[in-house]
């Protein structure tokens, strides 16, 4: 295909982007009416929260539609999933019954004076990126110019005034700074301008006064930070007006529309705009699309709309609107077809609200808090198909809605507490591990002669502190199954109940007593082997308040949010889970600095003080080692000694350094999904919880011995017992009274050097 044939090509599906916006509002209401008159009778025979497969017999619940996989027999729950409301909808159709390559079959050029550097069909031109500086001569009979992504910096007076046969003209793209008064002048034809990206800083009043016929005007990006309302003068026809990210404080006025009587699309997203009020907009009857998302508004008076009584798409997203008034939409109630008031994170939502969009399609309403939420807000949308939530149990106030968004946080679904089938079942596997575990090490430590009772009593606490890990796991997977199948149904009223706030607190204090015992027991560790002749080893009263101070701490970290809830919210049901891992958009002020300064504060200092010590440790054992001897023995030894304080800083490091980034990115509000904390809270949180029986009990040199003299006298006792009536009984005492039971490890000659205890090597 020649090169003057993708040009036209490209040129017809331009068109084509452009076209669907001449569609008229009865266009719309023909549609839309189209769209929801059916809705009701089909979905009749259909329980509520249910929808039919087609026209099959067959219903489906909301959670099963449009979920990715084909669950009616004919394929219908996955069909019109897109959000296709209003322009959109009626765009795709356009293009299905329009053709565009019967348009560029001919390619020969009509204009006698045209740049070589451009290509031309017809009388269409196009000087596309060819460094153009200034706009160049062209044929009078010229109908299509294209000069974008060039270098003119300027347009002077009645540089187009020759071309009076214009239609068309791009200008996006290129260092415009100044545009004349009568630039534009004698361009009686011209119908759609562009002049997006550019750098102009000002629009002299009335340039646009020849433009007539213009019905397509682009003026985003562009530093346009006050326009006046005569800048406008002489565009009766035009019907589109972009002005996305021009720097606009406010709207021009006492009537914006004054000039643009038939104005039908005003797109003003991500400017700086403040205010709204009915005698800006009362000339802009013919609207039908009006977009001011990423803009100031913190206002809008009640009778802001009432004139505009053909809007079909409303968007005030991402503003810092507080405040709307209850009848704000009363006027829209024949006409609007999809509203977005996401992202205005003070906005309250009235129970009435939307009492009058009987023929709303699509409702967003993401990032907003809604307390009160109820049914009935949503009841008098009979013909709504989408809406969005901030949170996915929001859903189950609107179950005649066919899609709502989002169904699920990561960690819930629809129907299961924990969504994911892996979390489900690794959520017992764990909860078993690090109960059963830390349940074997506190018998077998009760059972078995300690060396050091006072170490052995600490490893004891620590083992119950883990323990509350795994019975907090037990929990969540016993409220899954509860909940299983219904779990939308639920999650408000269990997210805010007693028992989440009580499983919350107990991994909370497990978590916060788990870190303090093994910071106390790597500092009591410290002092014995770096400083072996010190007498600063605790007594048997002072490790006793150690240990009751650590409880109490741990105590009233996991309480204090529980104290008040006005100043903390509801700290603990955040989420499923209830574990306040990350910071909430929503979170109050204080409970985000609270958790701030225990995840942040106190644990960083906390794993910090156990990596230096164990450093510290090593490196003493490691200038001990150098000193003795056997330095092939001394070797072995120090590498044993190296694995387990690795495994133990290691084991610490895959829990917090985790958890720490996800604390950091959540402040930076960066958004954290939520299979991310899922997995960190049933994965990540619990490893020091399970691994901790093993890394200082199971794996000690010490324990291990005493276990196999254990298990050997065990075993005495029972061949004893067993062959005591043989005649041989005497011969087998005396040979099994022979076999060594217990050996001195090698190791305990170089604790004698060091002054450690054998159970801390």
């Given at each position: 295909?020649?090169?003057?044939?993708?040009m036209?090509l490209?040129?017809?599906?331009?068109?084509?982007?452009?076209?669907?916006?001449?569609l008229?509002?009865?266009?719309i209401?023909?549609?839309?009416a189209?769209?929801?008159t059916n809705?009701p009778?089909?979905?009749?025979?259909?329980p509520?929260?249910?929808?039919?497969?087609?026209?099959?017999s067959?219903?489906?619940?909301?959670?099963?539609?449009?979920?990715g996989h084909?669950?009616?027999?004919?394929?219908a729950?996955?069909?019109?999933?897109?959000?296709?409301?209003g322009?959109?909808?009626?765009?795709?159709?356009?293009?299905?019954?329009?053709?565009?390559?019967?348009?560029?079959?001919?390619?020969?050029?009509?204009?006698?004076?045209?740049?070589?550097?451009?290509d031309?069909?017809k009388?269409?031109?196009?000087?596309?990126?060819?460094?153009?500086?200034?706009?160049?001569?062209?044929?009078?009979?010229?109908?299509?110019?294209s000069?974008?992504?060039?270098?003119?910096?300027?347009l002077?007076?009645?540089?187009?005034?020759?071309?009076?046969?214009?239609?068309?003209?791009?200008?996006?793209?290129?260092s415009?700074?100044?545009?004349?008064?009568?630039?534009f002048?004698?361009?009686?034809?011209?119908?759609?301008?562009?002049?997006?990206?550019n750098?102009?800083?000002?629009?002299?009043?009335?340039?646009?006064?020849?433009?007539?016929?213009?019905?397509?005007?682009?003026?985003?990006?562009?530093?346009?930070?006050?326009?006046?309302?005569?800048t406008?003068?002489?565009?009766?026809?035009?019907?589109?007006?972009?002005?996305?990210?021009?720097?606009l404080?406010?709207?021009?006025?006492?009537s914006?529309?004054?000039?643009m009587?038939?104005?039908?699309?005003?797109?003003l997203?991500g400017?700086?705009?403040?205010?709204?009020?009915?005698?800006?907009?009362?000339?802009?009857?013919?609207?039908e699309?009006?977009?001011?998302?990423?803009?100031?508004?913190?206002?809008?008076?009640e009778?802001?709309?009432?004139?505009?009584?053909?809007?079909?798409e409303?968007?005030?997203?991402?503003?810092?609107?507080?405040?709307?008034?209850?009848?704000?939409?009363?006027?829209?109630?024949k006409?609007?077809?999809?509203l977005?008031?996401?992202?205005?994170?003070?906005?309250?939502?009235?129970?009435?609200?939307f009492?009058?969009?009987?023929?709303?399609?699509?409702?967003?309403?993401?990032?907003?808090?809604?307390?009160?939420?109820?049914?009935?807000?949503?009841q008098?949308?009979?013909?709504?198909?989408?809406i969005?939530?901030?949170?996915?149990?929001?859903?189950s106030?609107?179950?005649?809605v066919?899609?709502?968004?989002?169904?699920?946080?990561?960690?819930?679904s629809?129907?299961?507490?924990?969504?994911n089938?892996?979390?489900?079942v690794?959520?017992?596997?764990?909860?078993?591990?690090?109960?059963?575990?830390?349940?074997i090490?506190?018998?077998?430590?009760?059972?078995?002669?300690?060396?050091?009772?006072?170490?052995?009593?600490?490893i004891?606490?620590?083992?119950?502190?883990?323990?509350?890990?795994?019975?907090?796991?037990?929990?969540?997977?016993?409220?899954?199954v509860?909940?299983?199948?219904?779990y939308?149904?639920?999650?408000?009223?269990?997210?805010?109940?007693?028992?989440?706030?009580?499983?919350g607190?107990?991994?909370?204090?497990?978590?916060?007593v788990?870190?303090?015992?093994?910071?106390?027991?790597?500092?009591?560790?410290f002092?014995?082997?770096?400083f072996?002749?010190?007498?600063?080893?605790?007594?048997?009263?002072q490790?006793?308040?150690?240990?009751?101070?650590?409880?109490?701490l741990?105590?009233?970290?996991?309480?204090?949010?529980?104290?008040?809830?006005?100043?903390?919210g509801?700290?603990?049901?955040?989420?499923g889970?209830c574990f306040?891992?990350?910071?909430?958009?929503?979170?109050?002020?204080?409970?985000?600095?609270?958790?701030?300064?225990?995840?942040?504060?106190?644990?960083?200092?906390?794993?910090?003080?156990?990596?230096?010590?164990y450093?510290?440790?090593?490196y003493?054992?490691?200038?001990?080692?150098?000193?003795?001897?056997?330095m092939?023995?001394?070797l072995?030894?120090?590498v044993?000694?190296?694995?387990?304080?690795?495994?133990?800083?290691?084991?610490?490091?895959?829990?917090?350094?985790?958890?720490?980034?996800v604390?950091?990115?959540?402040?930076?509000?960066?958004?954290?999904?939520g299979?991310?904390?899922?997995?960190?809270?049933?994965?990540?949180?619990?490893?020091?919880?399970?691994?901790?029986p093993?890394?200082?009990?199971?794996?000690?040199?010490?324990?291990?011995?005493?276990?196999?003299?254990?298990?050997?006298?065990?075993?005495?006792?029972?061949?004893l017992k067993?062959?005591?009536?043989?005649?041989t009984?005497s011969?087998?005492?005396?040979?099994?009274?022979?076999?060594p039971?217990?050996?001195?490890?090698?190791?305990?000659?170089?604790?004698?050097?060091?002054?450690?205890?054998?159970?801390?090597?």
């Amino acid at each position: 295909m020649s090169a003057r044939k993708l040009m036209t090509l490209r040129m017809a599906l331009s068109d084509m982007m452009l076209i669907f916006i001449y569609l008229t509002h009865t266009e719309i209401e023909i549609t839309g009416a189209s769209m929801v008159t059916n809705q009701p009778d089909v979905e009749a025979r259909c329980p509520l929260g249910h929808f039919p497969c087609g026209n099959l017999s067959e219903c489906l619940p909301q959670a099963l539609q449009c979920n990715g996989h084909k669950d009616c027999q004919n394929g219908a729950d996955e069909r019109r999933c897109g959000d296709n409301i209003g322009w959109a909808d009626l765009f795709g159709r356009l293009l299905q019954n329009n053709n565009p390559v019967d348009l560029y079959f001919l390619d020969e050029c009509f204009l006698q004076e045209y740049p070589e550097t451009c290509d031309c069909i017809k009388t269409e031109v196009e000087c596309v990126d060819v460094n153009l500086q200034v706009v160049p001569q062209l044929s009078p009979n010229v109908t299509w110019l294209s000069l974008r992504s060039n270098e003119i910096q300027a347009l002077p007076d009645y540089v187009f005034c020759e071309y009076a046969a214009l239609e068309r003209l791009f200008l996006q793209n290129n260092s415009l700074k100044v545009i004349s008064r009568d630039a534009f002048s004698g361009l009686f034809s011209l119908k759609r301008l562009f002049l997006s990206e550019n750098l102009i800083s000002s629009l002299s009043p009335g340039v646009f006064r020849d433009l007539h016929h213009l019905e397509w005007l682009m003026l985003d990006h562009n530093p346009l930070r006050i326009v006046s309302l005569d800048t406008f003068t002489g565009l009766q026809s035009l019907i589109y007006l972009s002005m996305v990210n021009t720097s606009l404080e406010q709207l021009p006025h006492p009537s914006f529309c004054q000039h643009m009587p038939t104005l039908d699309w005003l797109d003003l997203e991500g400017n700086q705009i403040q205010t709204l009020n009915y005698s800006i907009l009362k000339r802009c009857t013919k609207l039908e699309v009006l977009l001011l998302m990423d803009n100031r508004i913190r206002n809008v008076p009640e009778n802001t709309f009432q004139s505009l009584l053909k809007l079909a798409e409303l968007n005030l997203s991402n503003n810092r609107i507080r405040n709307l008034p209850k009848n704000i939409f009363k006027n829209l109630s024949k006409s609007l077809l999809k509203l977005n008031i996401s992202h205005n994170p003070h906005l309250h939502i009235y129970p009435n609200h939307f009492n009058h969009l009987s023929y709303l399609q699509s409702l967003a309403l993401e990032g907003i808090e809604i307390p009160d939420i109820q049914t009935k807000m949503f009841q008098p949308m009979k013909n709504l198909s989408h809406i969005y939530f901030k949170k996915f149990q929001y859903c189950s106030y609107a179950p005649h809605v066919r899609l709502c968004k989002p169904n699920t946080d990561g960690i819930s679904s629809f129907e299961d507490l924990l969504a994911n089938i892996v979390l489900r079942v690794s959520v017992w596997v764990i909860a078993f591990i690090t109960c059963f575990g830390n349940l074997i090490v506190i018998g077998m430590r009760s059972l078995i002669r300690a060396e050091n009772n006072l170490h052995a009593a600490c490893i004891k606490v620590l083992c119950c502190a883990d323990c509350l890990m795994g019975v907090y796991l037990f929990f969540v997977g016993v409220f899954d199954v509860k909940f299983r199948g219904q779990y939308n149904r639920n999650a408000l009223t269990w997210m805010d109940s007693v028992e989440c706030r009580t499983i919350g607190f107990l991994a909370m204090l497990s978590s916060e007593v788990s870190v303090l015992l093994l910071t106390y027991l790597t500092l009591e560790r410290f002092l014995v082997i770096v400083f072996p002749f010190s007498n600063l080893r605790p007594s048997k009263l002072q490790t006793g308040v150690v240990l009751a101070s650590i409880w109490l701490l741990g105590l009233i970290i996991a309480a204090v949010p529980l104290m008040n809830e006005d100043v903390f919210g509801n700290y603990y049901g955040l989420n499923g889970v209830c574990f306040p891992l990350h910071s909430d958009r929503q979170e109050k002020a204080t409970a985000k600095g609270y958790s701030t300064g225990i995840f942040l504060g106190l644990n960083v200092v906390a794993f910090l003080v156990i990596v230096c010590s164990y450093s510290s440790m090593f490196y003493s054992i490691y200038k001990t080692g150098i000193n003795a001897t056997d330095m092939r023995s001394r070797l072995h030894k120090d590498v044993a000694v190296a694995n387990r304080f690795f495994f133990i800083v290691f084991s610490d490091a895959l829990c917090w350094i985790p958890i720490f980034l996800v604390k950091i990115l959540s402040l930076m509000e960066v958004e954290i999904p939520g299979t991310i904390s899922s997995w960190v809270v049933i994965f990540i949180l619990p490893i020091n919880s399970a691994l901790n029986p093993i890394l200082y009990t199971l794996t000690t040199s010490f324990f291990r011995e005493q276990v196999e003299g254990f298990l050997c006298r065990w075993q005495r006792k029972r061949t004893l017992k067993k062959d005591h009536k043989s005649l041989t009984s005497s011969t087998v005492f005396m040979e099994t009274s022979r076999v060594p039971c217990y050996h001195s490890p090698a190791y305990l000659h170089h604790v004698s050097l060091t002054g450690a205890n054998p159970q801390y090597a």
